[in-house]
T-cell receptor, first 110, second 115 residues
Framework: DAKTTQPNSMESNEEEPVHLPCNHSTISGTDYIHWYRQLPSQGPEYVIHGLTSNVNNRMASLAIAEDRKSSTLILHRATLRDAAVYYCILRDWDSGYALNFGKGTSLLVT | DAGVTQSPTHLIKTRGQQVTLRCSPKSGHDTVSWYQQALGQGPQFIFQYYEEEERQRGNFPDRFSGHQFPNYSSELNVNALLLGDSALYLC??????????????FGPGTRLTVL
């Protein structure tokens, strides 16, 4: 399975944008890039996913590098409620139905 | 619209015992996955059930087994509990038809403590 690398932790100020990076240098052409987050004492929740093009939804934006070896989750205005562990996950038909979580990035918002 | 529900919320067992955890999927979902999350780690995939069959399994021993009922709800059973089985057990539901880009909706989890 292609692996992802994320910083262990990041810190952000409230009301400011946050850029959460993810490296996936061994990504294959059929790997989708998914992001989930886990708020304290809750189960993970879906944030966004993409394949090649940048994606936007009401929660966040996903910027995918042209070579697809890295991606960035963008929270446009961080709030205290965005403090969570953010997971970058690659999925394709080989990995099947499982979500392969790593350790993620713990985001602190102050 | 009720989301994914799990019961019980917390559970304490002793080594060697057996435990059953329960999950009701989000309304309209037909697929249930189970994950184990140790303290400070990301969730680890145990298995997924669809059409009452286990269709994919992660790297977990046979002590971990499951079941899916006709109403799509699911149970996770763990036999011969070990101290290392202490973890948060998460259930996630999804729609089979979407495939590899499906969104999995997670419940709040069951916290299992093995003494």
């Amino acid at each position: 399975d292609a692996k992802t690398t994320q910083p262990n932790s990041m810190e952000s100020n409230e009301e400011e944008p946050v850029h959460l990076p993810c490296n996936h240098s061994t990504i294959s052409g059929t790997d989708y890039i998914h992001w989930y987050r886990q708020l304290p004492s809750q189960g993970p929740e879906y944030v966004i996913h993409g394949l090649t093009s940048n994606v936007n939804n009401r929660m966040a934006s996903l910027a995918i590098a042209e070579d697809r070896k890295s991606s960035t989750l963008i929270l446009h205005r961080a709030t205290l409620r965005d403090a969570a562990v953010y997971y970058c996950i690659l999925r394709d038909w080989d990995s099947g139905y499982a979500l392969n979580f790593g350790k993620g990035t713990s985001l602190l918002v102050t | 619209d009720a989301g994914v529900t799990q019961s019980p919320t917390h559970l304490i067992k002793t080594r060697g015992q057996q435990v059953t955890l329960r999950c009701s999927p989000k309304s309209g979902h037909d697929t249930v996955s189970w994950y184990q999350q140790a303290l400070g780690q990301g969730p680890q995939f145990i298995f997924q059930y669809y059409e009452e069959e286990e269709r994919q399994r992660g790297n977990f021993p046979d002590r971990f087994s499951g079941h899916q009922f006709p109403n799509y709800s699911s149970e996770l059973n763990v036999n011969a509990l070990l101290l290392g089985d202490s973890a948060l057990y998460l259930c996630a539901s999804s729609l089979q038809t979407v495939g590899v880009t499906d969104t999995q909706y997670f419940g709040p989890g069951t916290r299992l403590t093995v003494l």
